[in-house]
């Protein structure tokens, strides 16, 4: 026994350095957050892509510790200093991310108190939270207070859950699968494919819709296929619209899709991960008929600026997303069934989870939502100057913007996608801004995607003339 008591104290003072004293807790936190502070206060004036690559050997994990100074100086050099800088309001590639300081500390705290936030008897003050949130977007979105939702990790996992939800009310299974059809256009989010691969419907048939010259979703299109499919004998069951599309911000014209949803009865999905949040601008309008979808994905990630790593899905038939996600549905009482969409873990493919609900509550609860409003409202406002200042250095620019991305090339002649293509990588060489690129009928051109809530006039102001700097070298190597 004394022997065992030794053996476990022994144990204790090796493992000590897990639970750091206070002195040493303010020690750590001074140094991180300084280095937080400067990395922020930096940013203005860091470039926004370098193409340097990670020494990968630093940063492998070895046999000696180091130091927190040492680690900090890691951190700066092989990962704040290489590729994109997501935190950064230069970032104007892809869809920009965000990273609100006061969801960063929400993240930590998150991680102090370590809440078990998929459990709602584990956590009833963590999960209340996280359903607080849900039903704030179910207000937003005029989804029913009798719908279910879940914070997830992103809009890939957020889409997968109303996919299978939908598969699983319309009993996409067997030999079902191969005569099943779902409609959808080429421009939605690739994760939309990937999450019908993973949920064993690779097999469906996929009617890719023809897009209108505004890459949205022509109707027309779309009801004449139903009905041919259905005069086959086919069973359709599915319609995926975007709020937003990622390469050009479009959106599907949500309220006749939904009435072709609804009278050929038929599931409606609107991806508005990056576009949802616009919903609460001057652009309302262009949402109206996204509450009568019967799934819905927003990425607070994206359209609340908050660090990567939260996405939300609200579906309307509580049933449908049970049968997949609910693992006590087969033996549990009807009594607790009442309930059982209140634990995250119940709508969800996670069990433990990170309580990323506190990332997107205090900011909330301390900022309240108008700057969020503002801001949304700023990155409508600077695509267009955008626009017009590209037009002014002699840029074509694509159909007027819907919210807040769009896209440029040069009409250079010749060999336009080739000219593009060298101006990007011109552009990306430079680095102060980030820019990316998409194919659109096979037509290169520079995406431009504003929704950092960092992107200010200066930083367009500064995009603009390395554009121009970057303009005149590619007009000069492609004559010589
Ligand atoms: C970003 C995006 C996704 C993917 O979401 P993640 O959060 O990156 O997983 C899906 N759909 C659209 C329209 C997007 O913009």
Not at 33 to 43: H, T
Request: proline share 4%; charged share 20%; hydrophobic share 40%.
């Amino acid at each position: 026994m004394q022997q065992l008591i030794r053996q476990i104290q022994e144990y204790e003072s090796r493992s000590e350095l897990l639970e750091p004293g206070m002195d040493e807790r303010k020690f750590l936190l001074n140094k991180m957050g300084s280095w937080a502070n400067q990395f922020i206060d930096k940013l203005p004036d860091a470039k926004a892509y370098n193409p340097k690559t990670a020494d990968r050997e630093s940063l492998n994990i070895g046999e000696n510790t180091k130091s927190i100074e040492e680690i900090i100086n890691l951190l700066e050099e092989e990962v704040a200093e290489t590729g994109i800088k997501p935190a950064s309001g230069g970032h104007l590639g892809y869809i920009p991310g965000g990273g609100v300081f006061s969801a960063a500390l929400g993240d930590f705290l998150a991680a102090v108190t370590n809440e078990y936030a998929g459990v709602s008897y584990a956590s009833p003050g963590g999960v209340a939270i996280e359903n607080a949130l849900i039903n704030w977007l179910k207000h937003i979105f005029c989804f029913p207070e009798t719908a279910v939702g879940n914070l997830a990790s992103g809009g890939s996992i957020s889409n997968m859950i109303a996919l299978t939800a939908a598969r699983d009310k319309y009993r996409v299974k067997n030999e079902n699968i191969r005569r099943s059809v779902i409609y959808l256009s080429v421009q939605v989010h690739h994760c939309i494919q990937k999450s019908l691969r993973i949920i064993g419907l690779e097999d469906v048939l996929i009617r890719y819709v023809p897009l209108d010259e505004e890459y949205k979703m022509n109707i027309v299109a779309l009801e004449e296929q139903i009905l041919s499919d259905k005069k086959e004998g086919l069973n359709p069951y599915l319609i995926i619209a975007s709020a937003g599309t990622t390469d050009t911000g479009a959106i599907d014209p949500l309220e006749a899709i939904a009435t072709i949803a609804r009278e050929n009865n038929l599931w409606f999905h609107v991806d508005a991960a990056y576009g949802g949040f616009f919903i609460l601008t001057s652009k309302k309008d262009l949402f109206k008929g996204i509450e009568k979808a019967d799934s819905l994905v927003v990425d607070p990630h994206k359209g609340m600026f908050l660090p990567y790593g939260i996405g939300a899905v609200l579906v309307k038939d509580a049933r449908a997303v049970q049968h997949a996600h609910l693992y006590e549905a087969n033996y549990m009482q009807d009594a607790l069934l009442e309930e059982w969409s209140e634990s995250p873990a119940n709508v969800s493919p996670e069990l433990s989870k990170h309580f990323r609900g506190l990332r997107m509550w205090i900011p909330l609860q301390l900022h309240g939502i108008k700057p969020f409003i503002a801001c949304l409202e700023e990155k409508l406002l600077q695509v267009q100057y955008m626009r017009m200042r590209l037009r002014d250095l002699g840029f074509l620019t694509g159909p007027e913007p819907q919210l807040s991305v769009s896209f440029f090339w040069y009409p250079s002649g010749g060999e336009e996608n080739e000219f593009n293509r060298k101006l990007l990588n011109n552009m990306h060489e430079d680095g102060t801004v980030f820019f990316s690129s998409t194919l659109l009928n096979g037509k290169f051109v520079i995406r431009i995607a504003i929704l950092s809530f960092r992107t200010k006039i200066k930083t367009l102001n500064k995009a603009l003339s390395m554009i121009s700097n970057s303009l005149n070298r590619t007009i000069k190597e492609m004559n010589g």
